[in-house]
């Protein structure tokens, strides 16, 4: 006789398959699971990296900013004092001119002209005088042009004093000037 299985293996078939759905599906979710976790904290280690390496950079870069303030600083103490030094070597070279300009006074005054006053301002003289005659004062303007140390001289005021024998009061405007000197002009 054939033998018959009466019991019922279709429903022991899908209570197995069922079961190994299962098992598959926690596995599934449980590897799912561990993927992401090991992707999470892969992530969170470089992000944690990235910031320490942030962190050294803003140091570094406060620092630099700090130099950059200190060569700022020194960059304008230099500049200061090359400041300095330009006047104090402009003072020096200024220095014989005085003596020079006095030099001058004496060499261009013609006689019969007396000088009563001397201002300077910047470059520019005002000269106030006493002259027995106006030529005088145009002898002086011409001994002034030729000069090498005094240059355009213009006579502002020319007034004749009444009750002395032809003298004039007069103020003449000139400007300051250096000669050239030859080594200084193939510098230029």
């Known amino acids: 006789m054939a033998k018959i299985n009466l019991l019922p293996w279709r429903e022991e078939q899908r ?18 699971a561990a993927i992401v976790l090991l992707v999470h904290v892969t992530i969170a280690g470089q992000i944690s990296h990235q910031e320490f390496r ?3 950079l803003n ?10 303030k200190e060569i700022e600083d020194l960059e304008n103490t230099k500049a200061e004092l090359l400041a300095r030094m330009e006047v104090i070597q402009s003072l020096q070279r200024r220095r014989p001119q ?5 030099d001058e006074f004496v060499r261009t005054v013609p006689e019969g002209i007396y000088l009563t006053q001397i201002k300077q301002k910047g470059k520019d003289l005002i ?5 027995e005659s106006n030529g005088r ?7 002034i042009d030729a000069s090498e140390w005094m ?8 007034k004749t004093k009444k009750g002395t024998l032809r003298s004039s009061e ?4 000139s400007a300051q000037s250096e000669p050239k000197v030859e080594g200084e002009e193939e510098e230029s």
Not at 15 to 32: D, H
């Open 54 to 56: 942030n962190d050294i």
């Open 127 to 131: 000269i106030d005088g006493i002259a």
């Open 137 to 143: 004062v145009s002898a002086y303007m011409r001994n």
């Open 59 to 68: 140091k570094e870069i406060t620092k630099l900013d700090l130099a950059l």
């Open 15 to 32: 209570t197995e398959q069922t079961r190994q759905f299962a098992t598959m599906l926690g596995l599934s979710a449980l590897m799912t």
């Open 98 to 102: 005085v003596v020079h300009l006095f």
């Open 170 to 173: 007069f103020t003449l405007k």
């Open 151 to 158: 240059a355009t001289p213009k006579l502002s005021v020319i």
